[in-house]
């Protein structure tokens, strides 16, 4: 039986257990970080998020991370209660009370605050947003590259919730990657409600045939920064990129399949429903753009 496997899987840190957690401007330790249970986002999901990874003592693609965010919270008409400049400050002091430089991932939530009565009305959220940083001591170990099984969980319709929005409501993704574990993969394999390939339940999705990288048109899927870097990595380095509708047979055809997000950078893919991609090893093309991907972190460290 091979052991479990997940894109999020990170070797364990004992210097985790004494982490400081920043919560609406103060530092608290790990044990003692608390928000309201009448918080809108333990409440309703009623909030948005971003995930950010440290390099060299650098928050890699800064601004990138603080636009979705701003835009994120505009778009679900959420006051962040200070500017970028103001939340730069705050991952700031959360990194530097923990003394933090390299391996690091953070989690930056903001929700629509604590409610005065347990409904979902927004106008009930009167005491402003919640802003709460946790970072961790990371470094990823993902020992075998990625199984995945298609479920029938879809990632839906922007009038429904526009699946571009990195939102606290994630129970549509963790109904899918409970599908794909009880299918026997890591994670899970979503189409789109045309039922093209679109995306993981936690990262972005890529195929390689023919030296040709493939992707989603991104419509239904979650605009990774890692997913944007990779395709703008291979219109740099003359490497065929498409933005494209693509069935699960052009999927099991692959000669490789990655995933692209902010913790694992590209993640090699093994298996897809039960059949071997490639040689179930990570690919050259994958091998290739996680090198151009690297180079790319390290300028922006350095800049």
């Not at 930056?108 to 347990?118: A, D, H, Q």
């Not at 490639?278 to 690919?283: K, L, N, P």
């Amino acid at each position: 039986m091979t052991t479990e496997t997940t894109t999020h899987q990170s070797e364990d840190d004992a210097r985790n257990d004494n982490i400081l957690i920043y919560v609406n401007g103060q530092l608290q330790p790990r044990d003692q970080a608390r928000i309201s249970v009448y918080d809108s986002g333990f409440m309703l999901g009623d909030g948005v998020w971003e995930g950010l990874r440290l390099y060299n003592g650098k928050w890699a693609f800064l601004d990138d991370h603080m636009a979705r965010l701003f835009q994120a919270a505009k778009a679900i008409d959420l006051d962040v209660g200070m500017d970028r400049a103001g939340v730069i400050a705050a991952l700031e002091q959360t990194r530097l009370a923990n003394d933090m430089q390299e391996d690091v991932h953070a989690r930056l939530m903001l929700t629509r605050g604590v409610k005065i009565r347990p409904f979902q009305h927004p106008s009930l959220s009167r005491s402003g947003p919640t802003m709460v940083i946790i970072m961790e001591h990371s470094r990823p170990s993902i020992p075998r590259p990625i199984r995945l099984a298609t479920v029938p969980h879809m990632r839906g319709l922007p009038m429904t919730q526009d699946p571009k929005l990195n939102s606290h409501s994630k129970l549509n993704c963790i109904l899918a990657c409970i599908a794909a574990e009880k299918a026997g993969a890591d994670e899970a394999l979503m189409l789109d409600v045309h039922g093209f390939v679109n995306t993981t339940n936690a990262c972005n999705f890529f195929i390689v045939r023919e030296g040709e990288v493939w992707t989603s048109t991104g419509d239904y899927c979650m605009n990774g920064i890692t997913r944007q870097k990779v395709i703008d990595l291979c219109r740099a380095n003359n490497i065929p990129v498409f933005q494209r509708n693509f069935s699960l047979v052009d999927t099991y055809g692959a000669d490789e399949a990655f995933l692209t997000g902010t913790f694992g950078a590209q993640t090699p893919v093994a298996e897809i429903d039960g059949r071997q991609i490639g040689t179930g090893e990570i690919g050259p093309m994958t091998k290739h753009l996680r090198t151009l991907y690297k180079e790319l972190v390290q300028k922006e460290a350095k800049r």
